[in-house]
């Protein structure tokens, strides 16, 4: 059975630094996974993503320069560190994981978490 599990949101100010966490069970090593946002009224968008080895790495505009997507393997984790937050910044991010080619699009993702709340107050 395959579980994604996030942790690590919170209130920041803005300016500051938050680091995601998700945790993966059941899952096969090859998916690639991402993280999504979604804040009220708004449709869920792409932030980050990362290859099943974290040799390659994808972006939205927003988060290139200051957030970083990671993954370890060996502990089934996937890290998304988020730095100069922004009031913008705020939604629920959720963890997604899928099998297939698809990157930036939440149709292209089977398998999802329950989201993290971050709150960036300026």
Avoid: H
Wanted: contains cysteine.
């Amino acid at each position: 059975q395959v579980q994604l599990v996030e942790s690590g949101g919170g209130l920041v100010q803005a300016g500051g630094s938050l680091r995601l966490s998700c945790a993966a069970t059941g899952l096969p090593r090859y998916y690639t996974m991402g993280w999504f946002r979604q804040a009220p009224g708004k449709e869920r968008e792409f932030v980050a993503a990362t290859t099943w080895n974290g040799g390659t790495t994808y972006y939205a505009d927003s988060a290139q320069g200051r957030f970083t997507i990671s993954r370890d393997n060996a502990k089934n984790m996937v890290y998304l560190q988020m730095n100069s937050l922004k009031p913008e910044d705020t939604a629920n991010y959720y963890c997604a994981a899928t099998g297939g080619s698809g990157r930036y699009s939440p149709k292209a993702y089977d398998y999802w978490g329950q989201g993290t709340q971050v709150t960036v107050s300026s």
